[in-house]
């Protein structure tokens, strides 16, 4: 079993930044594939990134591509997701999550295994 906990959410204005924290307890994860989703209200939960956690392969949203980053910290067992430029249309609850057993890339909700409890991100215009 894995736990997920997600920190680093908050009020931002637009243009400002945030990063995000998962920390992952339960077992090590060099095996996952972890990803970051966001949902907001009225919506249905969309992908934003994904890591490898052995190799460091990152995939990224069209909409998101050349302002967040994804990344993995193996010592720590966590991942993070660096969010720049941000924008109003940021605005959603984050969820981190992860697959195991997994060496490649994972896009769609139904791929993951485990889940955290998320994290309210608002961009303010």
């Known amino acids: 079993q894995v736990q997920l906990v997600e920190s680093g959410g908050g009020l931002v204005q637009a243009g400002g930044s945030l990063r995000l924290s998962c920390a992952a307890s339960g077992r090590t994860l060099s095996s996952y594939a972890m990803g970051w989703f966001r949902q907001a209200p009225g919506k249905e939960r969309e992908f934003v990134a994904s890591i490898t956690w052995s190799r460091s392969i990152a995939y990224y949203a069209d909409f998101v591509k050349g302002r967040f980053t994804i990344s993995r910290d193996n010592a720590k067992n966590t991942v993070y997701l660096q969010m720049n430029s941000l924008k109003p249309e940021d605005t959603a609850v984050y969820y981190c999550?992860?697959?195991?057993?997994?060496?490649?890339?994972?896009?769609?909700?139904?791929?993951?295994?485990?889940w955290g409890q998320g994290t309210q991100v608002t961009v303010s215009s």
């Open positions: 999550a992860a697959r195991g057993d997994s060496i490649t890339i994972k896009i769609r909700v139904w791929e993951y295994d485990y």
